[in-house]
């Protein structure tokens, strides 16, 4: 699907990302002609070309492709007859991690699933998300 991004709007319009460096000392000159068919020579203001920019919505979807590492458990179970003087019937340890990294992402330094929220009405729009948790945790099963 394709995410709304908000954060890089208003990033935009503030001059606040690395995207907005270029011309801000010599101005932004771009690719096209004059009404009279010349090459188009005209510089324009970094600052006002980007707050204008950050004023169109759809120069801010983005494609939400990604794939991720999302889950990770090892665990080790412990053989029956080694728990036989023992009041457990099974024990088993594991060693869990949860979003350790993204493979592959279409949206540079954001997280599709770290949206705005995660209801139907606002799917695909993200504002201000903060980076999608990592989580290393261990667990034991004990039976008895």
Known sequence: GDVFMGSLQTGTSYGNLAMTLEGRETGL???????????????????SYWSKLSGITEAFMYDATNARLRE???????PRNL????????LKASL?????FMIYSKTEGFDPEA????????????F?????????????????
């Open 29 to 47: 000159i771009f690719e096209g002609v004059t009404k009279e068919g010349a090459a188009n020579s005209k510089t324009v203001d970094a600052q």
């Open 115 to 126: 949206g705005f929220s995660n209801n139907s009405k606002t799917q695909g729009y993200e």
């Open 83 to 90: 728990l036989a003087k023992t009041p457990f019937t099974s």
């Open 128 to 144: 201000g998300s903060m980076p999608t948790m990592r989580s290393i945790g261990f667990n034991i099963n004990v039976s008895f």
């Open 96 to 100: 869990v991690a949860r979003n350790l």
């Open 72 to 78: 990770v458990s090892l665990g080790y179970t412990v």
